[in-house]
């Protein structure tokens, strides 16, 4: 195929996946579950966090955070003691364990008591230099803080350090990006959809590379911006909708 056609292609499987069944089976179904805005923003951060490995087990273990959260996150975290914080934070998904959920639950309490929310913290970010990468630096900066522990740290990937930052990337589709079809919330304005990065993974990057719209083998930040340049030329304005035409070839069709 060549380039045109490659995007035509892209086109037409965005349509068959960026729509509401692709929630069945996404962790954006947790904080869809949600309709206060800080809601959606905490279990959408805290779902995004732990995704990775068996996307059932993914949905099922941020569905179980999210009632020891009193399936309402943001009065919780609010209200919360420190012995009642430490008392739901007893949860584990693989390697995130209840010294990582005690942090998290801890540092996202502050960000909403100190510094104006999620929204608030990446959006300062963004606006040192107008990139995500910015955003995502800055974030972490303020995320992680002076006390986090060294193992915790990995589980906010540094994009300093050439990290893909999948996640991350991923929970700024889900609140940045404008979507009509009922599957990204677009609930922030401050960062455009047009800056926003691919959430690359697995699947994403070798269905990239199969259709020769990626050459860099390693799944790193290098890699991100080589693909997003490529989305960015088919779309200028909504770059990372062919998200969903990525992962769906790679996942539900094993392309």
């Known amino acids: 195929m060549n380039i045109s056609e490659i995007k035509s292609f892209l086109d037409e499987k965005t349509l068959q996946y960026n729509n509401f069944r692709f929630i069945e089976t996404d962790p954006i179904q947790v904080p ?3 309709s206060r805005r800080e809601n959606i923003e ?15 087990s993914i949905i099922k273990n941020a569905r179980r955070l999210m009632s020891q959260l009193d399936n309402n996150p943001y009065d919780f975290l609010m209200s919360a003691t420190d012995d009642e914080l430490n008392r739901a934070s007893k949860f584990v998904h693989r390697t ?34 107008g990139s995500v990468k910015s955003s995502l630096e800055f974030y972490r900066t303020v995320f992680l803080g002076n006390s986090c522990p060294g193992r915790t740290r990995k589980h906010i990937s540094d994009v ?35 800056a926003l990065m691919l959430p690359l993974d697995v699947h994403t990057g070798n269905t990239a590379r199969k259709i020769g719209l990626l050459k860099r083998m390693q799944n790193d930040w290098k890699a991100v911006e080589e693909i997003t340049a490529v989305l960015r030329d088919f779309d200028p304005l909504d770059p990372v909708k062919y998200d969903f035409a990525l992962f769906g070839l790679g996942v539900f069709e094993k392309f």
């Open 32 to 34: 869809r579950s949600f």
């Open 42 to 56: 905490i279990s959408g951060f805290l779902a995004a966090t732990i995704a990775w490995g068996n996307r059932a």
């Open 96 to 129: 995130f364990n209840p010294d990582d959920t005690l942090f998290f639950l801890a540092s996202l309490k502050n960000i909403y008591k100190n510094c104006g929310g999620l929204e608030a913290v990446f959006t300062e970010g963004f606006r040192r230099d």
């Open 160 to 194: 300093t350090r050439n990290s893909a930052a999948k996640r991350l990337n991923m929970f700024l589709r889900w609140m940045v990006r404008k979507d009509d079809n009922g599957v990204d919330f677009g609930l922030w304005d401050s960062i455009p959809a047009s």
